[in-house]
C-alpha cells in the first residue's frame, strides 16, 4: 500500500481525507490523543499537511485541540449526541425538499444511474459498493439541494454523527432499499413522499443506533447501521 505522500493530489486534501477516514472508522478512537510526529510518520507525509489537517479537521467538529495537552478525537455526551441527531434529520429534511424541487436534467441523470449501480450491487451482495452508494446518495442531495452552504453543513454533520456512534457498519443492503425509495419519489418530483420517506429512515436509523450510545462511551467501541 502506497503512503499518502505518494499520491498525486493536493498533500494537505489526501492527509485530511485519510486522516478523517480513520477518525470515521473508528481506527482512531474518541477520546485518543494524536501525536503530529506519530501521524506524520503514520501517514508518509510532513508534519506541515498533519498540522493543516488538524485545524480542518477541528472546524468539523471531529478533532479539539486541548491548552497544553495537544489534539485528540472528539468525544461528545449524550446530549450533544442527541443535538447533532436532530440537526442530521432536519438538514437532510431540507437537502431531500429542494432537491425534489428543483431537480434538473443532470441530478436526474445521476439519480438514475445510481439506482440502477445499487440494484445491480444489492443483487450481487457488493456491500463495499453499497456503502460508497450510500455515502454518494447523501452527498449528491445536498448538492442537489442547489445551496453549497446546506451540502457542506450536512457534511460535516452526517460525519459527526458517523463518528459518535463509533463509524460505519458494512451492513448496508437494507438502508440502501430505503434510500432507492426516496431516489424514486425524487425523480417522479412527489417531495412529500421524498421527505416522508427520508424522515422515516434517518428516524429509524437513529432509533436502532439508541441502544448503542451507552456502549460507545464505555468502551470506544460500537457498531451501527450505516445511514
Known amino acids: 500500500m502506497s503512503s499518502v505522500g505518494s499520491r498525486h493530489r493536493s498533500l494537505r486534501d489526501e492527509t485530511v481525507d485519510e486522516l478523517r477516514r480513520l477518525i470515521l472508522n473508528g481506527e482512531l478512537a474518541p477520546g485518543e490523543r494524536l501525536n503530529e510526529f ?6 508518509g507525509v510532513s508534519r506541515f ?12 467538529g471531529l478533532v479539539e485541540s486541548q491548552p497544553r495537552r495537544g489534539v485528540r478525537v472528539v468525544e461528545l455526551d449524550q446530549h450533544e449526541l442527541e443535538v447533532v441527531r436532530e440537526m442530521r434529520i432536519a438538514l437532510e429534511l431540507i437537502a431531500v425538499r429542494h432537491a425534489t424541487e428543483r431537480v434538473d436534467v443532470s441530478t436526474r441523470t445521476a439519480l438514475t444511474e445510481m439506482l440502477e449501480a445499487g440494484r445491480q450491487a444489492t443483487e450481487a451482495g457488493r456491500d463495499a459498493e453499497l456503502d460508497e452508494l450510500n455515502d454518494s446518495f447523501h452527498a449528491l442531495l445536498g448538492e442537489a439541494s442547489g445551496s453549497k452552504f446546506l451540502a457542506d453543513t450536512l457534511r460535516a454533520v452526517r460525519n459527526q454523527s458517523h463518528h459518535l456512534v463509533g463509524g460505519k457498519s458494512a451492513a448496508v443492503a437494507h438502508s440502501w432499499d430505503e434510500h432507492a425509495a426516496v431516489i424514486n419519489a425524487i425523480l417522479e418530483a412527489d417531495d412529500e413522499l421524498a421527505v416522508m420517506l427520508m424522515r422515516r429512515h434517518l428516524q429509524s436509523r437513529h432509533l436502532n443506533q439508541g441502544g448503542q450510545v451507552t456502549a460507545v462511551h464505555e468502551s470506544d467501541k460500537a457498531s451501527s447501521s450505516a445511514i
Open 38 to 43: 506519530n501521524i506524520s510518520e503514520r501517514l
Open 49 to 60: 499537511p498533519v498540522r493543516e489537517a488538524f485545524r480542518r479537521l477541528e472546524a468539523e
